[in-house]
């Protein structure tokens, strides 16, 4: 009982999560790196007029 409260006080999350945040950012968006971002401008433009 009481190591199981030890662990809830100290687990991931309780803390600043300076790494994780932006690893769970990476994982939502399958890990991608160094490809250059879908051109949203153009994209948004066309759909919004037509």
Request: proline residues 4%; hydrophobic residues 25%; positive net charge.
């Amino acid at each position: 009982n009481w190591s199981a409260k030890a662990k809830r006080r100290n687990t991931t999350g309780t803390g600043r999560m300076r790494h994780l945040k932006r690893v769970y950012r990476r994982f939502r968006n399958g890990f991608r790196e160094g490809t250059t971002p879908k051109p949203k401008r153009a994209a948004v433009a066309a759909s919004s007029s037509s």
